[in-house]
């Protein structure tokens, strides 16, 4: 379990995160969102035991970050963005080096576990240089499960991977979520809309909403959008649609279709269909668009909130 009270910490004169609060419970993957430069790794290095915070509470398996540093580091597993491996290493070797220092009883027993969690077994016995980036991840994903953590703490874990790299770490990490708390960061949005259990988006150093993907998808789109495709090149069907009462703006996409946003509370789907099948339109398709995370994600970005100080330098770390 993590739990963050009015967590905030300063670099000099600017202030990289502010106020955060927030909980992950066991067996859930919480999303960590932002741009870069929002405060998401300045969180997890405090929440790793790296850093301090300037003021505020933070907990890990009970454990205070700043009091009880060494039970928290005991209870953590994290994975920095770059994964700090050495190359001229096997991949047993290494882990089990990693074992050793975190003095792991039966540490080659262990290393074959956590090879096997994360399908390296077929790959003990090579050389770490000699493999592709997708598999450096898994390396770094089992050097954080060696001590069986109770928490997870991953910093962007697919960044620079491949599509078929990147689907196989997602369907990782969710069977590894199933038993403990994962705080999973990244900005590609369709990554946690597909993994994680609830999002957090985070922006200039302040939480700007908090909740699962398909709440924020229900409550935050603010209009009705449906999309509309006819036979043929669709000429005039943009005005005749626009004309219909109840219909805000629309749209032609580069593929032909129409977009169609109207206020929430009202299915105009109906009013739609009837209109266009009047004027001699042959109907194709008609359908509702949900609103993407990422949409969701731009909305709430789009007017930035002051930031706390008045240094303008976005990056997260000094």
């Given at each position: 379990m993590i739990?963050?009270?009015g967590l905030t910490k300063d670099y000099g004169p600017r202030r990289a995160i502010n106020d955060l609060t927030f909980r992950a419970e066991p067996g859930e993957i919480l999303g960590f969102l932002g741009p870069n430069g929002a405060g998401k790794t300045t969180t997890m290095r405090i929440l790793s035991g790296f850093m301090p915070p300037t003021m505020g509470i933070a907990r890990v398996a009970g454990f205070d970050v700043v009091d009880e540093s060494l039970e928290v580091r005991k209870r953590v597993g994290y994975l920095p963005e770059t994964v700090p491996l050495y190359p001229d290493m096997t991949v047993f070797d290494y882990l089990k080096y990693m074992?050793?220092?975190?003095?792991?009883?039966?540490?080659?027993?262990?290393?074959?576990d956590v090879?096997?969690?994360?399908?390296?077994?077929?790959?003990?016995?090579?050389?770490?240089?000699?493999?592709?980036?997708?598999?450096?991840?898994?390396?770094?994903?089992?050097?954080?499960?060696?001590?069986?953590?109770?928490?997870?703490?991953?910093?962007?874990p697919t960044i620079g991977l491949d599509p078929a790299q990147i689907r196989e770490v997602r369907k990782?990490?969710?069977?590894?979520?199933?038993q403990r708390t994962v705080l999973l960061s990244t900005h590609i949005l369709s990554e946690a809309q597909q993994i994680c259990d609830r999002v957090l988006i985070i922006n200039k150093g302040e939480i700007v909403v908090e909740d699962t993907p398909e709440r924020l998808q229900a409550g935050l789109t603010g209009v009705q959008r449906v999309a509309v495709r006819v036979q043929g090149d669709g000429d005039g069907l943009e005005k005749l649609i626009g004309g219909i009462s109840g219909v805000g703006r629309v749209t032609t996409t580069?593929?032909?279709?129409?977009?169609?946003?109207?206020?929430?509370?009202?299915?105009?789907?109906?009013?739609?269909?009837?209109?266009?099948?009047?004027?001699?339109?042959?109907?194709?398709?008609?359908?509702?668009i949900d609103l993407s995370l990422e949409d969701i994600f731009i909305q709430l970005t789009r007017e930035e909130p002051e930031p706390p100080s008045t240094d303008d330098s976005s990056e997260d770390v000094p």
């Amino acid at each position: 379990m993590i739990e963050v009270e009015g967590l905030t910490k300063d670099y000099g004169p600017r202030r990289a995160i502010n106020d955060l609060t927030f909980r992950a419970e066991p067996g859930e993957i919480l999303g960590f969102l932002g741009p870069n430069g929002a405060g998401k790794t300045t969180t997890m290095r405090i929440l790793s035991g790296f850093m301090p915070p300037t003021m505020g509470i933070a907990r890990v398996a009970g454990f205070d970050v700043v009091d009880e540093s060494l039970e928290v580091r005991k209870r953590v597993g994290y994975l920095p963005e770059t994964v700090p491996l050495y190359p001229d290493m096997t991949v047993f070797d290494y882990l089990k080096y990693m074992a050793d220092l975190r003095h792991i009883k039966n540490g080659e027993e262990r290393v074959e576990d956590v090879l096997e969690i994360v399908h390296m077994e077929e790959r003990a016995n090579g050389y770490i240089s000699n493999l592709s980036k997708g598999m450096r991840q898994r390396i770094g994903l089992a050097q954080a499960l060696l001590h069986e953590p109770e928490v997870l703490i991953l910093d962007e874990p697919t960044i620079g991977l491949d599509p078929a790299q990147i689907r196989e770490v997602r369907k990782l990490i969710r069977e590894i979520g199933r038993q403990r708390t994962v705080l999973l960061s990244t900005h590609i949005l369709s990554e946690a809309q597909q993994i994680c259990d609830r999002v957090l988006i985070i922006n200039k150093g302040e939480i700007v909403v908090e909740d699962t993907p398909e709440r924020l998808q229900a409550g935050l789109t603010g209009v009705q959008r449906v999309a509309v495709r006819v036979q043929g090149d669709g000429d005039g069907l943009e005005k005749l649609i626009g004309g219909i009462s109840g219909v805000g703006r629309v749209t032609t996409t580069p593929e032909g279709s129409v977009e169609v946003e109207s206020t929430p509370g009202k299915d105009i789907r109906p009013v739609i269909a009837r209109n266009v099948i009047k004027a001699g339109f042959d109907l194709l398709e008609l359908k509702s668009i949900d609103l993407s995370l990422e949409d969701i994600f731009i909305q709430l970005t789009r007017e930035e909130p002051e930031p706390p100080s008045t240094d303008d330098s976005s990056e997260d770390v000094p």
